[in-house]
Nanobody, 120 residues
Framework: QVQLVESGGGLVQPGGSLRLSCAASGSFFRIIAMGWYRQAPGKQRELVATYNWGGGTNYEDSVKGRFTISRDNAKNMVHLQMNSLKPEDTAVYYC??????????????WGQGTQVTVSS
């Protein structure tokens, strides 16, 4: 069973920074990609940033230049450094991992979510 454990998040003033981390643990074959999604009240969940284990990153347009996703391959972790935060970044942030559990079967896994609130 794969588990995702998130850390980070909290309350920050506009213009401030936060760092989210997510670690994948359990028994699996290999990671395809890990990333972050967010869901604000009354809105659909949206992609924020993803890191493909084969190489390459992807960002939602509104966070480009402000957020940076990175990985720790040895620890099966991703980190999301969020700078220049805006009130519209307020949401619950969810870690996502797409993982091969064996040679042919992959699944999407989700963390429990962590609240990010940007407010003065």
């Amino acid at each position: 069973q794969v588990q995702l454990v998130e850390s980070g998040g909290g309350l920050v003033q506009p213009g401030g920074s936060l760092r989210l981390s997510c670690a994948a643990s359990g028994s699996f074959f290999r990671i395809i990609a890990m990333g972050w999604y967010r869901q604000a009240p009354g809105k659909q969940r949206e992609l924020v940033a993803t890191y493909n284990w084969g190489g390459g990153t992807n960002y939602e347009d509104s966070v480009k230049g402000r957020f940076t996703i990175s990985r720790d391959n040895a620890k099966n972790m991703v980190h999301l450094q969020m700078n220049s935060l805006k009130p519209e970044d307020t949401a619950v942030y969810y870690c996502n991992a797409r993982i091969y559990t064996d040679f042919t079967i992959w699944n999407d896994y989700w963390g429990q979510g962590t609240q990010v609130t940007v407010s003065s």
